[in-house]
């Protein structure tokens, strides 16, 4: 029986690895292409079935009327990505202890209605606040700028912090507050020497998430900037023309997973010690 | 339930207020004004010649009622993110389950499966596109090398359809895989202990320790999921543009449609505020609903 | 993307200064092969001095438009130390951001690149094209069409940098087959002709549908069509339709009825051309039904099918240097109809020779926004953009997107002259210069609100094409939506727009 389990589970294994790598090796296959490799067919290994070409690297590299940059728009993304979610997760893990920890009433609206509130922001479609965020940026002279992503994107990303560590807080015994503060701490003080310095795990899974959210918006960061900011998936469309280069698309999504792929990594470290107990309920 | 203390009342209060005031007062800000300004535009009839804040009454909602093509995009809505999202549970569990005890290459493999869930959807989707490409594209290329026809990933609406929901269940059961792997991995010992001294095998230790202790996080994992998959839009502009027809267009797409490319602003508002209704609604049914079926049988 | 050229004016003037009298100077650094004389010419640009000012261009994405648009910004800003920032936005969102900036009065971009059909909608934030560029060498040459395109109530508010047309395109590798022609006789008993009216069209391409025909080991397809509902398939679908409904003795309209703005969308004409556009589905490629503008240059560009027609780009990448069908190609009028709606008498009229309606189809134009700072300068890169020895160099670029739209491009030694068959360029010259002439011409609803009309009507046509619904029930529906679109707009408004493409079309213009 149990070997039984055990061969099903090698081909799922194996199976799945194969569906999740193969956009990749496509990907990485066509990044090597050019028109002429294109229109025959589908073609798989250089050399053997077409002519490979290096165009697709190298206009993401080359500025002018060659190629698109790629290196001012991963900079400005990560600077977006990065302030936006640092300020999400300071907020939303202030909040989230505040929620389970304390008991708020505003009227009849108590502590999970207020946690509601918080998640229900992530319903609403970008589209729909795409023209509202639009006019409400440029009274604040806020377009295009940095400033003005940033202060959309922590409007996006505090719920998912929030939600995340709230989940984890809930999974914290409430004795580890109790011995800070007959050890003499405030409750604030509890908070940022004991139990913040245990939320580690927490916090790396808020932080990833807000990080993906961050990084992979298109819909906004394409609606609010003209020329002077320009994040990554905005600057990727800008190929999305009728003649479609499937060389620079290709080599660029190979290029644009690397930096997120790097926090996989670090947070399966996490998930493997075991450590990552009580970060979700 | 607040933390006993030598403290006053007062620095009580003013704690209490200083760990979620600062999130709730800057959430509040931001999305105040377009939310209030999405409900006044609901009410206008800015449209691509007229743009400013006339007063129309209910008549944008009186079309909403009527506008069939915005119903069927929810029912289509509802039918892909349930299915999508139910695939995303039951594979990602497996997953988490498979690599759960020492596997070899477990490392390498959790970190795999991670990758898809960090990638941007509207570039993955245009690289899934030249994936599906019919004539060109290597899906249909290695079926046929298998003798199977060409396969209308792209012109056909079940083929539509179905290259929508691989390339979510592609992106997002990463997504249930990291949270039932941490749920699994912080699981007690004890009822595997029970259960193997009772002499359950592989099945029904799942079934009757597992899938209950699991409880909690599938249902905020369910949830959480339903809310982003329902949102589900760069993977419809990039891959299908709701089509063919309008086979694959969801909600969100259709809003995109009426709000961005005609420009009827005033229009697309109060179609946002009625989904957003809609779907505030079902959720919360849902998550009641799922809060009975899963905790009740931990009971 | 943005970009930023800067250079010191100083240094520019320096090396100027110390070298050779201005005109000549040689500009084949920038990749043309000589400076052409005009009013915007390298030399002329060359003296301008803008530095310390900046341009701001939108644009489509790249390459078509987008690449020569990011060329020529870094030439503009190397010769005059401008500098000039360039954004790239894919076709299906620059309406939206062109549109919010105009709206709400943020002064985005000075300079503009769009498809000219929305000059209804954009006609109000738009500068006139001042006396001097309407009276430069270039725009003087411009041909009466594209000058028509470019003006609104008698003002020309858009700049021509592109001329576009919908045309037939087939393999003469095929069709010049003796061989071939003689097997096509004998099976079908008729002769292998172009095609001259759409049901010919459908006949050829099904007869030559899934076979190997030109022996490369896979197989060739009928027709490539743009056939996507959110791509070009509206223009495709005009194409079709536009010989049964326009009818060359009928005034007044062609969408809408003019006076009484009825639409007419659902005449019978427009339901025969979707008809036979259903019907042509069978000769599509695998996925064809699907295929946008860049899958139908690949698939007729790359020698996948027999026949396509659209505008020029197919044509001009099929005859790249490095295609593989290179000079295997000829240009035709889009085929026509033999019966045509009258719809002042309610009938179907015969023609015994078909009947053509040459569909003058959108295409790229550009423009300098009425907010703009720096309207000068914006409209001197757009005269700079244009100029002769730059039209030359990008028309023969397929994948730029500029196509032929002066007197002086309908000429066959500059064809030959680029390595073009005497056939292949022949009746490209032919074919486009025809079109020029004819009085029975069909242009866009260029009108306010005209991506809902089209977005309407391709909805429409494609759930036909699906199968969903009969051609007369499809076309039916749109036209119940367009007088609900044509309400909202106001039919006044709508009326006094739609009266500039009537000019147009009835000869007047």
């Known amino acids: 029986m149990n070997k039984f389990y055990h061969i099903l589970k090698t081909l799922f294994l194996f199976g799945w690895s194969l569906f999740v790598v193969f956009p990749f090796l496509w990907a990485l296959t066509t990044s090597f292409k050019d028109a002429n490799a294109i229109t025959s067919g589908a073609t798989y290994i250089p050399w053997v079935d077409y002519e490979p070409s290096t165009q697709g690297w190298t206009s993401l590299f080359t500025t002018g009327s060659q190629g698109i940059n790629i290196v001012g728009p991963f900079i400005d993304s990560a600077a977006v990505t990065l302030i936006a979610s640092l300020v999400s997760l300071a907020l939303g893990t202030l909040a989230a202890y505040g929620l389970s920890r304390f008991e708020y009433r505003l009227g009849f609206v108590k502590n999970a209605d207020i946690t509601f509130f918080f998640i229900s922001q992530r319903i609403m479609p970008p589209i729909v606040l795409a023209i509202p965020f639009f006019l409400m940026l440029k009274e604040l002279g806020a377009l295009d700028t940095i400033f003005g992503l940033v202060l959309v994107y922590v409007a996006l990303l505090l719920p998912i912090a929030v939600w995340v560590m709230t989940d984890f807080f809930a999974g914290i015994p409430k004795e580890l507050d109790e011995m800070a503060m007959t ?29 993906i959210f961050g990084w992979n918006d298109f819909f906004f960061a394409f609606t609010l900037t003209f020329t002077e900011t320009q994040l990554l998936p905005v600057s990727i469309v800008s190929l999305n023309s009728s003649v479609t280069p499937w060389w620079s698309l290709s080599a660029f999504a190979l290029i644009s997973v690397a930096p997120l792929a790097c926090v996989a990594v670090i947070v399966e470290r996490y998930m493997s010690r075991g450590t990552m107990s009580g970060a979700i309920r | 339930m607040t933390p006993t203390s030598t403290f006053g009342v007062n620095t009580m209060l003013s704690s209490k207020h200083f760990f979620l005031l600062p999130a709730l007062l800057t959430l509040v800000a931001i999305i105040l004004f377009p939310l209030l300004f999405t409900i006044r535009v609901s009410f206008s009839s800015w449209d691509v010649f007229q743009s400013g804040l006339d007063y129309i009454g209910g008549k944008n909602y009186g079309r909403v009622l009527a506008d069939e093509r915005f119903w069927q995009s929810l029912g289509r809505l509802s039918l892909l993110s349930l299915i999508s999202v139910s695939l995303q549970y039951t594979l990602g569990f497996a997953l988490a389950l498979a690599v759960w005890k020492q596997v070899r290459g477990g490392r390498f493999l959790r970190v795999l499966f991670l990758i898809p869930m960090m990638t941007t959807p509207v570039v993955m989707s245009v690289i899934w596109r030249t994936v599906f490409h019919e004539s060109l594209g290597p899906a249909n290329d290695i079926l046929g090398m298998f003798g199977i026809g060409a ?5 056909s609406a079940t083929g539509a359809f179905i290259s929508v929901l691989i390339v979510e269940v592609w992106q997002w059961t990463p997504f249930m895989f990291l949270l039932l792997l941490a749920g699994l991995v912080s699981l007690p010992r004890e009822p595997y202990l029970a259960a193997a001294i009772d002499g359950a095998g592989t099945w029904r230790t799942f079934w009757q320790v597992t899938f209950p202790l699991m409880a909690p996080i599938t249902i905020g994992a369910l949830i959480i999921r339903l809310i ?19 086979a694959t267009e969801t909600s969100s797409y259709y809003i995109y449609i009426r709000g961005l490319r005609d420009f009827q602003i005033g229009y697309s508002a109060a179609l946002s505020l009625v989904y957003l209704v ?11 609903l799922l809060l009975r079926l899963l905790v009740g049988k931990v009971g | 993307m943005k970009y930023r050229f800067t250079t ?3 240094v520019l003037a320096i090396i100027a200064s110390s070298a050779v009298p201005v005109s000549a100077q040689d500009y084949t650094r920038f ?73 709400s009065e943020q002064n985005a971009y000075d300079v503009m690149f769009y498809p000219s059909l929305w000059i209804g909608d954009f006609s109000r934030f738009l500068a006139p094209v001042p006396e001097a560029y309407v009276n430069s060498t270039g725009m003087m040459d411009v041909t009466p069409s594209f000058t028509g395109v470019a003006t609104w109530n008698g003002e020309m508010i858009q700049y021509p940098m592109d001329g576009d047309r919908h045309y037939l395109k087939f393999r003469t590798d095929v069709f010049d087959n003796a061989e071939v022609q003689a097997q096509y006789l004998a099976d079908t008993g008729n002769e292998l002709t172009v095609p ?3 049901e010919e069209y459908n006949q050829v391409a099904a007869y030559f549908n899934a076979s190997d025909w030109d022996g490369d080991g896979e197989l060739n397809y009928g027709s490539a069509e743009v056939a996507k509902r959110d791509d070009l398939m509206f223009s495709a679908f005009i194409s079709r339709a536009a010989p049964y409904a326009k009818h060359p003795d009928v005034q007044g309209g062609f969408f809408f009825d003019l006076e009484t703005m009825e639409p007419l969308i659902n005449t019978p004409g427009f339901v025969r051309g979707l008809e036979l556009f259903i019907e042509a589905q069978a000769s599509f490629p695998p996925g064809g039904t699907n295929f946008g503008l860049g899958d139908e240059i690949f698939s007729f560009g790359g020698g996948q099918t027999l026949m396509s027609y659209s505008w020029d780009d197919a044509y001009i990448q099929a005859n790249q240097e490095d295609s593989r069908i290179r000079n295997m190609v000829a240009a035709a009028p889009l085929p026509g109809a033999s019966e045509v709606w009258n719809r002042t008498t309610g009938a179907w009229d015969t023609f015994e020779t078909p009947n053509r309606a040459p569909y003058m189809t959108w295409g790229w134009s550009s423009a300098v926004s009425s907010m703009s700072e720096e309207q000068e300068m914006g409209f001197d890169f757009l005269c700079f953009f244009s100029n002769e020895a730059n039209a030359e160099h990008d028309m023969q670029i397929g994948r730029f997107g500029v196509n032929p739209y002066r007197n002086s491009h309908f000429d066959i030694d500059y064809w030959k002259g680029q390595g073009w068959a005497d056939k292949t360029a022949q009746t490209y010259v032919t074919t486009l210069s025809e079109m020029e002439e004819s009085q029975n011409r069909v242009f866009d609803l260029r009108v306010p609100g005209v991506s809902q009309f089209m977005s309407s009507m391709a909805n429409g046509v494609a759930e036909a094409m699906a199968g969903q619904k009969t051609a007369q029930d499809a076309l039916d529906d749109v036209a119940q939506e367009w007088a609900e679109i044509a309400d909202r707009i106001g039919k006044d408004r709508l009326r006094d727009a739609y009266a500039n493409v009537v000019t147009l079309e009835d000869n007047e213009g």
């Not at chain 1, 790396?204 to 990080?211: D, K």
């Not at chain 3, 020529?72 to 920032?85: P, S, Y």
């Open chain 1, 183 to 211: 050890d003499g701490c405030s409750p604030i003080g509890a908070f940022f020497r004991v139990i913040l310095p245990n939320s580690v795990p927490g916090l790396v899974v808020a932080g990833m998430f807000c990080l």
């Open chain 2, 151 to 155: 396969v209308p990933w792209l012109s």
């Open chain 2, 228 to 246: 982003e998959a329902s949102k589900i839009m760069d993977t419809v502009y990039v891959l299908t543009s709701g089509g063919p027809g309008t």
């Open chain 2, 278 to 288: 809609i779907m505030i609604v079902s959720l919360t049914v849902i998550a009641k």
């Open chain 3, 8 to 10: 010191s004016a100083s």
């Open chain 3, 31 to 103: 990749g043309i092969e000589q400076d052409l004389p005009g009013t915007c010419s390298y030399a002329a640009t060359d003296a301008k001095d803008y530095s310390g000012r900046t341009l701001n261009i939108i644009t489509h994405a790249i390459p078509v438009i987008g690449e020569p648009t990011a060329l020529h910004a870094e030439q503009f800003a190397e010769l005059t130390g401008a500098e000039v920032n360039v954004v790239h936005v894919p076709f299906g969102d620059l309406f939206q951001r062109i549109m919010i900036p105009f709206q």
């Open chain 3, 196 to 198: 001259a009216t759409w």
